[in-house]
């Protein structure tokens, strides 16, 4: 497309009572663009103004410097065949500054506001229109694997929008574990009566449902493709094959295998025969294989598989479906001993109020019917506080606060000893059985749940790190996981109850549609939704170092027998993780590019002569550092006007070259600054700046060998709720590079 430029300045919002309008737009003519003002360009005449060059002078790419792109977005929006860069000079430049005592301009601030005009026409020279991946076939049909209460809700609620399903369950009936629940939590006002279960309607739902096809007694062998058309291959349940990924046996256990003291889990490890060779394609898929119950016989005070009579909150259940439950139960929640304050491994509110509820059969089985809650949490949110607060007036049921520190064998029954209970004494109940709140595992912590024919493997990785929940962001995206068009609900998304999981199931359900209609119009599903943009590679100049493929959070990319990538584009979050990652800086956007950046950061004035004139590059994460400094702006906090800010997609997408580029431009520092890692990692991207931490610790050895300090070049971790903390972090920085001095490579 042969580009004709328009630029317009709001001097608006107080833009233009701070900075020098002319010197702006003398910026902007430098930079090769002419730039008109207006004073409201985002009322309905400043967007006429602006239309009326789209019409009669056929611009087609317009320079927006006003406020911050996350506002006014329908204002500037002139369709898809123009392209439209916005500026910030509100937010980040006029709403950060004030004029001098003496009413004049600042001139850093007046510097700080030619920059961003001057990379914001950069950027649009440099940014092409996109054009969508469109596949040439795609399906909508959605593969729902597991049958349970997840599995069916999600499949009913994706037909009933008018998808066809096919749900693969490895029992030989639909339901689940909720066949064997004897009652549901309350759902309706007072929410103090127990419910009967509707597992059995639901089950008679999707049976009669003709856009619902029904696979028992079957798993998923193998997952290929990529949304919209994954291509799915089926296996007998139980049977392992090639595809899965082995189970890990640590060295200790695989000395014991080898004595044959331990059995192997990787036994049979055979290669099956698939049922469907050929395989079906399908659009997305919803994982709702559900949860497992945790092992609780690592706590030998409390007696499991070794006392009679002791037993699990799941077994409890079951006893209860199939007859009378036992006059006097006392109900565990907490492993006490030595692990006093702490619950057992994945308890949540749900094993409270599952402990309520089995309380509740106790009394209604036994005219004199005792159960014995000991917690040293009890946790009901919401509504089920209602329950929880009936359940203390039930006459029968007991609940306090205490550490457990033995079960024993009374006679015919079980002795309870407690100590620090709410009472002040110590106690001693005589029960008949205990039950042990376990909790609940999502399938994904130890099993390969998945089987995806990628070339990163076949699971989700890196979930011990996340307790075994394969989200790719728990907080911002719910049912999203590491692996787009793959939507997670019920147990093996959180510990839910019946009730919560059909919500969830539906939410998952609703993505996935999300997923396959964004596929079939070429764009993005998530976080980016409805980018069109997606990678391209050089492939000529690749030297098949494998960084992209082996750095995709998404596993987006294959690649062939030399290594060279095979791009899966609906597979892609556009993060620019392999675009940060290539030496070669071939891989790149079509608004989105290394030669765009770079341009950018050049387009910043260093001055060379002015020791007070330092200059620092900030490439900041659009996801939180991004909007965190708006909200700093739209606090009017003061911010250092010796840094200019660069957004980019992810810091997993800053390609080191844009640094000595910085470094090289005679600027006197880079910061990066994007989501926090590790235990509290808010990444949209999943480890984009974790990746680009370790990437700035190899720049900094680089500095080194050049006699620079590698203090220069760092990293900061910030999250969107920190902004009144954004103009600390960032002047701690430029205190330490001024305490460096300046670039001594500056002016060279
Ligand atoms: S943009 Fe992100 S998700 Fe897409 S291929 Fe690159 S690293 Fe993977
Ligand atoms: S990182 Fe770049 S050079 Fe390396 S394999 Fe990927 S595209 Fe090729």
Redesign the pocket.
């Known amino acids: 497309m042969k580009k004709v430029y328009g630029a317009y300045l709001c001097t608006g919002c107080g833009i233009g009572e701070v900075l020098d309008v002319d010197g702006l737009k003398e910026a902007a003519s430098e930079t090769g663009v002419e730039m008109k003002e207006h004073a409201c360009l985002c009322g309905a005449e400043g967007r006429a103004f602006i239309e009326s060059d789209i019409k009669s002078a056929g611009v087609n790419t317009v320079v927006v410097c006003a406020c911050s792109p996350r506002v006014m977005q329908p204002e500037f929006d002139f369709g898809k065949e123009t392209i439209t860069v916005r500026g910030n000079l509100r937010e980040q430049v006029a709403w950060t500054g004030s004029l001098t005592e003496e009413g004049e301009v600042d001139e850093f601030l007046q510097e700080m506001g030619t920059d961003y005009v001057r990379m914001a026409v950069t950027r649009a020279q440099k940014t092409e229109l996109p054009e969508p991946y469109l596949l040439e076939t795609i399906s909508k049909k959605i593969l729902v694997m597991g049958g349970g209460i997840a599995g069916i809700t999600a499949a009913t609620e994706a037909a009933k929008a008018g998808y066809e399903v096919t749900i693969v369950e490895k029992d030989a009936q639909l339901g689940g574990k909720a066949l064997g629940w004897r009652k549901m939590f309350p759902t309706t006002y007072p929410y103090n009566a127990l419910e009967e279960p509707n597992i059995e309607a639901m089950i008679a739902a999707v049976e009669a449902d003709s856009k619902i096809t029904v696979k028992t007694s079957c798993e998923v062998a193998r997952i290929g493709g990529s949304p919209g058309q994954f291509n799915v291959t089926l296996k007998e349940a139980g049977t392992k094959g090639e595809w899965d990924a082995p189970a890990k046996v640590t060295a200790d256990e695989q000395d014991l295998i080898n004595k044959g003291e331990l059995e192997d889990p990787n036994a049979g490890m055979v290669k099956y025969t698939e049922l469907n060779p050929e395989g079906e394609i399908y659009g997305a898929v919803v994982l709702a294989t559900g949860w497992k119950p945790a092992d609780v016989s690592e706590y030998e005070h409390l007696g499991y598989g070794k006392l009679n009579n002791v037993v699990t909150n799941a077994e409890f259940e079951k006893l209860a479906k199939n007859g009378k439950v036992p006059a006097r139960v006392a109900f565990i929640q907490s492993p006490g001993g030595k692990e006093n304050d702490k619950d057992f491994p994945y308890c949540n509110s749900v094993t409270s109020m599952v402990a309520l509820k089995q309380a509740n059969y106790v009394v209604e089985d036994n005219e004199d019917g005792q159960a014995y809650i000991l917690y040293q949490h009890m946790r009901t949110p919401g509504n089920a506080e209602l329950y929880y607060k009936g359940m203390q007036a039930q006459d029968g049921v007991f609940m306090t606060k205490a550490s457990v520190t033995q079960v024993a064998e009374s006679g015919s029954g079980l002795v309870v000893s407690a100590a620090d209970t709410l009472l002040g004494d110590d106690l001693e109940l005589e029960v008949d059985m205990v039950v042990l709140a376990a909790g609940m595992i999502p399938t994904t912590a130890d099993e390969n749940t998945i089987n995806l024919a990628y070339r990163q493997g076949p699971a989700f990785l890196d979930l011990d790190l996340f307790d075994g929940y394969a989200d790719s962001h728990f907080i911002c995206f719910p049912y999203e996981t590491r692996r ?1 068009g793959v939507y997670t609900c019920g147990g093996v998304r959180k510990a839910e109850t019946m009730e919560e999981t059909m919500d969830d199931a539906t939410g998952a359900a609703l993505k996935a549609i999300q997923c396959i209609e964004s596929a079939n119009r070429g764009v993005a599903v998530h976080p980016r939704s409805g980018d069109q943009t ?2 391209d590679f050089f492939f000529s100049r690749c030297t098949q170092c494998k960084r ?1 493929t082996e ?7 294959d690649d062939d027998e030399k290594g060279t990538p095979l ?3 609906t ?9 940060g ?1 290539c030496p070669e800086r071939i ?1 790149n ?1 079509a608004d989105y590019s290394i030669d765009m950046i770079g341009s950018m950061v050049k387009s910043i004035e260093v001055p060379d002569d002015d020791e007070d004139k330092l200059r620092v590059a900030v490439f900041v994460c659009e996801n939180d550092a991004y909007p965190a400094i708006d909200m700093s702006g739209m606090h009017r906090n003061k911010m250092n006007t010796l840094v200019r800010f660069i957004p980019v997609r ?1 810091l ?2 800053v390609n080191m070259v844009w640094i000595k580029d910085a470094m090289s431009s005679g600027m006197d520092g880079a910061l990066l600054l994007g989501c926090k890692y590790g235990d509290d990692y808010q990444c949209h ?1 999943v480890k984009g700046s974790e990746i680009a931490s370790r990437r700035m610790d190899n720049i900094g050895e680089t500095l080194g060998s050049l006699g620079l300090e590698p203090e220069r070049c760092a990293v900061r971790e910030i999250a969107i709720s920190d902004y009144d903390k954004v103009p600390g972090i960032i002047d701690e920085f430029v205190e330490e590079i001024i305490e460096m001095g300046p670039n001594p490579f500056k002016g060279f």
């Not at 750095?551 to 990319?557: K, S």
């Not at 597979?571 to 675009?579: E, I, L, N, W």
């Open positions: 787009t997606y990678p992209c750095e995709c959070p998404f596993g987006a990319l791009p899966n584009p597979r892609c979050r556009r993060c620019g993780t392999c675009m990652a891989i956007f992810c997993g997408s991207f």
